[in-house]
């Protein structure tokens, strides 16, 4: 996935009210960003970290550009955009780059299903019947270990998925996790008990009921973004 327009540079000045970010450009413009990400943002929003934002020409959008990259205090860059995961597992699967979920005959967006009111990411349809694929955008990482990490914030939300995907499972029907790894210099993903530990317990809960955990890292740069490879999860 290439980026529409050039992303420019800058550096982080804060990150505040969720969705904002004050930004100064290389060419020292003092700009507010939008910051499309709901999630803590540990290790991916420290003061003066680098960071890279589209430019935004559209008039009627009150901001003038979108954080898109940042580089961490490790020298890993991370895709800050959580939106841009769902896209690029979507590209990945038509590319037949995830091999564990290749031979679909359709594919279908956010769809409704389980018991909670949930919708999923991407529902799969094989001759032997559909998978259930929900996505989650990793970006913590840490300086004295190449696993990655999540959540970065306590997310009922992720565990009600997780809940949902194993009632399918146990219902017969093929129910996967895939974890985008969004961050470079990773060699694995865990679940971050520390911070969340009902999203890990959830989390070995589906896999004990049948729930297949995926992971993939991505090849990035402030030119493109590529899934490209699969990640073991440590559990």
């Known amino acids: 996935m290439q980026f529409t327009t050039p992303l420019e540079q800058g550096r982080l000045v804060r990150r505040y009210k969720r969705f904002l970010a004050d930004v100064i450009t290389d060419a020292g413009e003092h700009l507010c960003i939008h910051c499309p990400n709901t999630g803590s943002m540990l290790n991916c929003m420290g003061e003066g970290a680098r960071v890279w934002f589209q430019r935004n020409s559209d008039p009627k959008r009150k901001l003038p550009g ?61 001759p032997a019947g559909p998978a259930f694929v929900e996505v989650k955008s990793v970006t913590l990482g840490f300086a004295d270990t190449a696993v990655a990490a999540f959540p970065d914030a306590v997310t009922d939300r992720g565990a ?33 008990g520390e911070i969340d530990p009902r999203y890990a317990a959830a989390l070995r809960d589906a896999v004990e009921a049948g729930v297949e955990v995926l992971a993939y890292g991505v090849e990035l740069s402030p030119k493109e973004i590529r899934l490209v490879r699969p990640l073991p999860v440590i559990l």
């Not at 146990?170 to 679940?191: F, I």
Request: with cysteine.
């Open 66 to 126: 979108t954080w898109e990259l940042v580089e961490t205090p490790q020298g890993r860059l991370a895709c800050v955009n959580t939106a841009r995961a769902n896209r690029l597992v979507e590209e990945a699967l038509l590319a037949g780059v995830i091999g564990e979920l290749s031979g679909f005959t359709v594919l279908k967006r956010e769809v409704a299903y389980g018991i909670e009111n949930s919708r999923v990411d991407f529902r799969l349809d094989y």
């Open 160 to 192: 009600r998925h997780l809940r949902e995907l194993a009632v399918l499972a146990r219902q017969g029907v093929r129910a996967v996790q895939l974890y985008c790894v969004n961050l470079t210099g990773v060699e694995a993903v865990r679940p971050a």
